[in-house]
C-alpha cells in the first residue's frame, strides 16, 4: 500500500497533528507489513513492543484501504480508546472521515421493551425510588441507549439487568418496538460503516450468528484483531456450553411475568402454572445445593447412575420439562411466551450436554462464586474450528499484541490458533531504552515457591522493595490465596494505602492507586494485562511466582491430557510458552511511557535454576538483571529522576 510510509513521516499529517511527535521505524515497518497483507491477503501476525503505537499502525492502512475493516479488540477499555481516541485523530490528521462504528454486545444496551415491562412491574418496587425515577429520565432523553452513559454504573448492576437487551429476552424482529430500538440502530449503523470497532467477544457473537445464517457485522474481508494473545480464551469461553443457578431463576421469574402480563386467566392450563413453576424452583435449588463447593472452578465428574446428582438432575429436568409444556399451550398468541418456550428448551439442552456428557471433545466444569453455581462444557481445542471458520473464511487476518512470541517464536501462538500454513510475521521492537529504564530483579536467596517458608520470606521481600521505591508499586500474585495472604501480611507495613483487587472495581481501585504515589495494590490475573498507569505512580512491580496455571484448572488439566495423549510434550509446548507469555504480560505493566522508571521483581528462584528459564528471560526486554538486594538499591540511587511526560503524545498509542 503505497502512500503509508509518508503518512509517519517528521512531515507528514500525524506530525503534523501532534505537539510533539517521534517517527519510529517499528511503528512504519509494522503499518507497511499491515498494509501489505490487506493488499495481498494473508495472515500477518505483528508482535509490536509497547510504546510502538501499534493502533495507528494498522488504522492507517485500514481506513486507506477502501475495503471493510473489523477491528477486534480484548478488552472494553482499548475498544475505546481505538475508536474515541485514534479513529478520530486519525480522521482529523488524514482530513477524511474514517466512515467508523463503535459496536459493544448487547447487554451495553438499553431495552425498551423490557424497561417498560419493568416500570409496570412490582420487580421495580425492590429498588430505591430515586434510581428507577433517574433510570426512566434517562431512558427518556437517550438516542443510543448506550449504558456508557450512566456514569459508575457496576458491571453487574441488577437494576441494569432487569431492562437491558440480551440474548436470551431480545425477540429480534418480533418484537413491536424492533425498528425504534437502540440495538437494532447500533447495528443497521454497523452494517453501513467501513470500519467497525468491536471486542473479541462480540467478533464471535457474529461468527456463532453466521453460523445460523444470519450477522451482527457487516461482510468483511479483513479483521485485525488487537490483544490476539486473548483469541484462544475469548472463543474457548464464548463457544462454551453454559447452564446456572442464576440463569434458571430469571427464566423462571420471566415464565411468570409473561404469563401475568399476557392475562390468560381464562385458560385451564393458568391454573397449573404456578405451581408447576414452584417445583421447578424447589427442583433447581436442590440440584444447585449439591453443586456447591469451594469458590473457584473444578472439573465436573460423570453422574453417578442412581445417585443424588443424577436423581437431582432428573427431577429438575422433568420440572422444566413440565412448564415448558404447559407454557406451549400458549404458543402463538404472545411473542414473549413464546420465546420464554424456546428458553426452557434450551436450558434443558444446555443441562443435558453439561450433566449428560452429550458433547465430545470438551471438559465438563462447576464453578462456584458465592451462593452463585455455574455449569460449564468447554471445548478442549479451538484451533480446528479457527482455522476453518475465520483464516481459510477471511482475505485477511492480522493478529497484533505486545505479547505473541516467546523469544522471538510465533509457533504455541500459532499451534493454538490453527495456523499451520504459511504466515507472515514480524516483530516491531518497542523504542523504549529498557537498559536504562527498568531493571529485573531475581533474588535467588528466596526458598522455592513450593516450600512453606517461600510466603513469608517472599513477603519480607517485597516489603524492602517497598520501602526502597516509597510505594508505586503494583503486586502481582499467581493466585487469590497468595493475594490474601501477602495482603494479610503487608497491612500496616506499607508508607501509603495499601489496596487489593475484589474490594471495589478494577477502575475504581486505579483511581486511588493514581491518586497517592506512595499507594501499594495487591493483584491477581485480571491485573497482569490490560492495566496502563504511565508516568511515577508505578514505580515497582512484583511478580510472587512464575505464573504456570493451576493444575487444578479442568481447561488446563484437560488440554495437557490431550496434548499427552498425542505423544507431545505439554509442559514444553503449552505450559512454558503460555506462563512466559503472562510474565511478559506483567512485566509490561511498568513501562508505559519514555520517561517511565523503575524494577520489576520476580521471587520465584526457579527463574534462575530451571533449564526452561531461558524461554522466560528470552521473552523479556533487554535491562540489568541484578540478584541481590544491594544491586537494587544501587541501581535505584543511579536512576535518572525525570518524571513522565503526558502519553499520547507522539503517536504512540497502543
Not at 13 to 39: D, F, H, K, N, T
Not at 474 to 485: K, P, Y
Not at 520 to 532: E, I, K, N, P, Y
Amino acid at each position: 500500500m503505497s502512500g503509508v510510509a509518508d503518512i509517519f513521516s517528521p512531515t507528514g499529517p500525524i506530525a503534523s497533528s501532534l505537539v510533539q511527535y517521534e517517527a519510529r521505524a517499528s511503528q512504519v515497518s509494522m503499518a507497511e507489513a499491515v498494509g501489505r497483507a490487506i493488499e495481498d491477503g494473508g495472515v500477518l501476525l505483528a508482535e509490536a513492543g509497547t510504546g510502538t503505537g501499534k493502533t495507528l499502525a494498522y488504522l492507517v492502512p485500514a481506513i486507506l484501504c477502501g475495503r471493510t475493516v473489523v477491528v477486534s479488540t480484548g478488552t472494553r477499555n482499548l475498544q475505546e480508546q481505538v475508536f474515541f481516541k485514534d479513529v478520530s485523530f486519525l480522521e482529523g490528521a488524514l482530513g477524511r472521515p474514517a466512515h467508523a462504528v463503535y459496536l459493544k454486545g448487547q447487554e451495553n444496551y438499553l431495552c425498551k421493551r423490557r424497561l417498560a415491562d419493568f416500570l409496570r412491574s412490582p420487580r421495580s418496587l425492590a429498588y430505591p425510588s430515586r434510581r428507577v425515577a433517574e433510570l426512566e429520565r434517562w431512558a427518556g432523553a437517550t438516542e443510543t441507549g448506550d449504558r456508557m452513559e450512566l456514569e459508575g454504573l457496576p458491571d453487574d448492576d441488577p437494576m441494569w439487568l432487569e431492562v437491558c437487551s440480551t440474548k436470551e429476552t431480545r425477540l429480534g424482529a418480533r418484537c413491536s418496538r424492533f425498528e425504534e430500538c437502540h440495538l437494532t440502530r447500533a447495528r443497521q449503523d454497523a452494517m453501513r460503516a467501513a470500519l467497525v470497532v468491536v471486542n473479541h467477544h462480540l467478533y464471535f457473537a457474529d461468527l456463532a450468528t453466521r453460523l445460523k445464517g444470519g450477522a451482527i457485522l457487516p461482510d468483511h474481508d479483513v479483521v485485525v484483531f488487537d490483544e490476539a494473545h486473548a483469541v484462544e480464551d475469548v472463543a474457548t469461553e464464548f463457544f462454551s456450553i453454559k447452564a446456572s443457578s442464576g440463569q434458571v431463576r430469571r427464566l423462571l421469574d420471566d415464565v411468570v411475568a409473561a404469563v401475568e402480563a399476557a392475562r390468560f386467566a381464562e385458560d385451564p392450563s393458568r391454573v397449573a402454572r404456578p405451581r408447576l413453576v414452584e417445583g421447578a424452583r424447589g427442583a433447581a435449588e436442590s440440584l444447585f445445593r449439591l453443586l456447591l463447593g469451594q469458590a473457584g472452578r473444578r472439573q465436573l465428574e460423570p453422574l453417578e447412575p442412581g445417585g443424588d446428582m443424577e436423581a437431582a438432575y432428573f427431577r429438575l429436568d422433568a420440572a422444566l420439562d413440565a412448564v415448558e409444556h404447559s407454557v406451549r399451550v400458549l404458543e402463538g398468541r404472545n411473542e414473549i411466551v413464546d420465546q420464554c418456550a424456546d428458553r426452557l428448551a434450551n436450558v434443558r439442552s444446555d443441562l443435558d450436554t453439561v450433566l449428560g456428557r452429550a458433547e465430545t471433545g470438551h471438559i465438563h466444569w462447576v464453578e462456584t462464586r458465592g451462593r452463585f453455581v455455574t455449569l460449564g462444557a468447554s471445548p478442549i481445542d479451538v484451533s480446528d474450528f479457527l482455522r476453518e471458520k475465520i483464516f481459510f473464511r477471511l482475505r485477511t487476518i492480522v493478529l497484533t499484541s505486545a505479547t505473541l512470541s516467546t523469544g522471538g517464536d510465533f509457533r504455541y501462538l500459532k499451534s493454538r490458533l490453527g495456523i499451520d500454513f504459511d504466515a507472515d510475521e514480524l516483530s516491531a521492537p518497542s523504542p523504549f531504552d529498557y537498559p536504562r529504564q527498568a531493571c529485573l530483579y531475581m533474588p535467588g536467596h528466596l526458598p522455592d515457591p513450593r516450600d512453606p517458608e517461600f510466603e513469608e520470606n517472599a513477603t519480607l521481600e517485597i516489603e524492602r522493595l517497598i520501602r526502597l521505591t516509597s510505594g508505586g508499586a503494583l503486586v502481582l500474585c499467581t493466585s487469590h490465596r497468595n493475594m490474601r495472604a501477602i495482603h494479610g501480611r503487608l497491612e500496616g507495613r506499607t508508607p501509603g494505602p495499601l489496596l487489593i483487587q475484589g474490594t471495589a472495581p478494577k477502575s475504581v481501585l486505579l483511581a486511588r492507586f493514581m491518586a497517592d504515589p506512595a499507594s501499594v495494590l495487591c493483584a491477581t490475573t485480571s491485573f497482569w494485562q490490560g492495566v496502563d498507569l504511565p508516568g511515577d505512580a508505578l514505580r515497582l512491580v512484583v511478580m510472587d511466582k512464575l505464573p504456570f496455571s493451576s493444575p487444578d484448572n479442568p481447561l488446563v488439566s484437560a488440554r495437557i491430557a490431550h496434548l499427552t495423549a498425542e505423544g507431545r510434550n505439554a509442559f514444553v509446548e503449552y505450559q512454558i510458552p503460555m506462563a512466559a507469555l503472562a510474565l511478559k504480560q506483567g512485566f509490561g505493566r511498568l513501562i508505559r511511557t519514555r520517561d517511565d522508571r523503575g524494577v520489576v521483581a520476580i521471587l520465584d528462584r526457579r527463574l534462575g535454576t530451571m533449564a526452561y528459564a531461558s524461554t522466560f528471560l528470552a521473552s523479556l526486554p533487554p535491562c540489568p538483571r541484578v540478584t541481590r538486594m544491594d544491586e537494587v538499591e544501587d541501581w535505584w540511587r543511579r536512576r535518572p529522576a525525570d518524571r513522565a511526560a503526558p502519553a499520547g503524545t507522539d503517536g504512540s498509542s497502543g
